[in-house]
């Protein structure tokens, strides 16, 4: 598994979270060719780290609705 230094990482919510302190995601733009994304309750926790394909590939998906609402 290879790591990543997100130390000076750029974090920004997603737009879509709501404004009450739940269920945020955080998204870093930076190190070329990789999407960090966290939890935003959990700031100093794990992230997640896509490559760049693979996370544009997900928000497509996203937004076409292959993934119904529970």
């Not at 709501?18 to 999407?35: F, L």
């Not at 966290?38 to 997900?58: C, E, I, M, N, Q």
Request: net charge negative; glycine share 8%.
């Amino acid at each position: 598994m290879r790591e990543f230094d997100l130390s000076t990482a750029q974090w920004r919510k997603s737009s879509y979270s709501d404004g009450n302190g739940g269920s945020c995601v955080e998204v870093a733009d930076g190190p070329t060719g990789i999407v960090p994304v966290r939890d935003s309750k959990t700031p100093h926790g794990p992230a997640l780290v896509f490559t760049a394909p693979r996370w544009t590939a997900f928000i497509d998906a996203v937004k076409d609705s292959h993934f119904p609402a529970p």
